[in-house]
């Protein structure tokens, strides 16, 4: 993800049964909900302006899409916080959990 650090992409299965928990458990801090498509256009697709390792992700984060589409439902991403950003991309499993995947991303 463009940020000016480096966090992991970490597997999540929240403990949340419902979308209004979910944005419950944020608390106070600003919440703004986007799509995947829009969270993952400028890495998940090749860019005249990516550098070499950009170019390389490209195909890892197709594959993250794909996997998330194939195996959640009713995707939502969430960033939540300002400048040190806390990024859930989250969906319902087949069990019912709500689960996915989320980072940190740092915007000054």
Request: hydrophobic content about 45%.
């Amino acid at each position: 993800m463009p940020s000016e650090s480096e966090y992991p992409v970490v597997p999540v299965v929240r403990e949340e049964r419902t979308w209004a928990a979910v944005r419950q458990s944020f608390g106070a801090a600003p919440v703004e909900e986007i799509a995947l498509e829009e969270l993952l256009a400028k890495i998940a697709f090749p860019q005249e302006w990516h550098d070499d390792l950009q170019r390389q992700n490209v195909p890892l984060f197709q594959a993250l899409m794909t996997t998330l589409q194939s195996n959640l439902t009713d995707i939502r991403v969430y960033r939540v916080g300002a400048i040190e950003i806390h990024v859930h991309v989250l969906g319902v499993a087949a069990d019912g959990a709500i689960a996915g995947v989320q980072t940190v991303v740092i915007e000054t």
